[in-house]
């Protein structure tokens, strides 16, 4: 009796453990879909600060909107990107100008200091004719969500990433607005409750896993 007891008393406070977390994340969600509605409600209604210039203000602002955001990006059917990452104090933003440049101007904030890298080759871009396609057939200003892709830069860290098709009403250009959010960024708070690393996993409607072991962003499971 007393052994169903202590199993009982585990039991609810695992509950109450992911009900907590599931609504963390739910938040996390919610602020994520706001700020890119927001951002495409602005590109609609041409008043988009989209320039030429790689240091982006407007993009190192938008990333402080939730902690799990890890990286953002604006792209243009053309290829034309703006892009930000994050990862602890260093932020990287980096501007393509069309689909076929493999070149960036990129500039590196490490610690409040700022250096500028002029044409950097930057992996894994944001850009590709699959992210329209996938957007072909959804209402303009409705966020969708992608599961499990990496994150523009590097394509070690995977996570999930929301993002929303709009059309600039001056040029009638069509841009996406991308959010990316690392699973490793989703999982820190589980570890912060009190549970081993290497103990907890997200899984899939399909039954694969991301094993959350805190040493890297990589999802290996999926």
Known sequence: ?????????????????????????????SSVESAVKLEGKKIESGTHFLTKRSDMPFLKNLI???????????????????????RNN??????????????????????GKKREVPDTLVGNRIYNTDIFRLHANQVSGKPIWRATSDLPGIATRRGLSASVLATDTITQKKYIVVFFVPFKRMMTNTVKVGHNKGDVFIFRNDSLYFNFDGTNDSASGF
């Open 90 to 111: 260093l932020f990287a933003s980096y501007y393509y100008s069309s689909a076929a440049d493999s070149l960036a101007n990129v500039n590196i904030w490490d610690e």
């Open 64 to 86: 402080d909107v939730t902690e799990k955001v890890a990286a953002i990006g604006i792209i243009s059917e053309d290829g034309e990107e703006f892009a930000i990452q994050k």
């Open 1 to 29: 009796s007393a052994m169903h007891r202590s199993d009982q008393a585990d039991e609810s406070q695992l509950r109450l453990i992911v009900d907590k977390l599931q609504l963390e994340n739910q938040v996390m969600f």
